[in-house]
């Protein structure tokens, strides 16, 4: 069974693994897109299943997105 994960839960697993920093306040569901700021200030939305799981922990354009091939 997969984990329930609170906004608290998020909010740590970013602090404690990411240089970025959570900025949702609730959280519905895996599919539901996340607010978060990066180190460089820049905003972005992720689902939390791609920022923890495809480590996409970083705004596009510290971490550009892999060229499909
Ligand atoms: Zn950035």
């Not at 895996?30 to 978060?36: A, D, G, I, N």
Request: aromatic share 12%; charged share 25%; proline share 4%.
């Amino acid at each position: 069974m997969t984990k329930r994960w609170t906004i608290t839960e998020i909010d740590k697993f970013v602090q404690n693994h990411s240089e970025s920093t959570l900025l949702s306040t609730e959280y519905h569901g895996f599919s539901q897109k996340l607010q978060f700021k990066c180190a460089c200030g820049s905003h972005f939305e992720k689902t939390f299943t791609k920022f923890k799981n495809n480590h996409q922990r970083k705004c596009e354009i510290c971490q550009p997105p892999k060229p499909s091939r």
